[in-house]
């Protein structure tokens, strides 16, 4: 992997980094912690999920969550990183409300809808960290796609949030 000039540094949210590598280490650490995390409370919120279309679709983005965090992990490790990251507090605060039987899915959806409300900004960050890999073309691929999977599934979220939400007349 390439390392940094003088004039030239790597950036993922409010860090910098001196070479490529660290760059790609974090991003593929943090990655596969959001991943991992999204998986585990889709997999609660399934077990109590009332509507079975909104089932049937958390099922595969579940899957597709866990799959990521799969292949995240093993390209970290491949590259000798190790496994950090862990989600943010808030985030593991959620999970009662994913996991809870007396919430609905449409209440759930307009939580995750309100948190995706602009997906572009949501993902930028990312795409624009990603952007910046240039030596490690291998890690750029993976990353590239599962962004693009990222897309695919916030698109449904949200289509579906206001399918089991529709607009009041």
């Known amino acids: 992997m390439a390392t940094a000039t003088r004039a030239e540094a790597f950036s993922y949210r409010d860090h910098t980094f001196a070479t490529e590598g660290e760059l790609v280490l974090r991003l593929l650490d943090e990655f596969r912690c959001a991943e991992q995390f999204a998986a585990e409370y889709l997999r609660r919120w399934i077990e109590v999920s009332d509507q079975e279309r909104v089932r049937g679709g958390l099922r595969v983005i579940q899957q597709r969550e866990e799959y990521h965090g799969r292949l995240l992990e093993a390209r970290l490790r491949e590259l000798g990183g190790v496994p950090a990251c862990t989600p943010p507090e808030a985030r593991q605060r959620d999970v009662p409300f994913y ?54 599934s916030v698109q449904w979220l949200r289509g579906i949030c206001a399918a089991v939400n529709p607009p009041a007349a």
């Open 99 to 152: 996991a809870a039987a007396d919430r609905t899915d449409a209440e759930k959806l307009l939580a995750v809808a309100a948190r995706l409300r602009d997906p572009n900004a949501v993902l930028q960050p990312l795409r624009d960290a990603v952007a910046q890999v240039q030596s490690d073309q291998q890690t750029r691929v993976l990353l590239d796609l599962l962004v693009e999977d990222e897309v695919s």
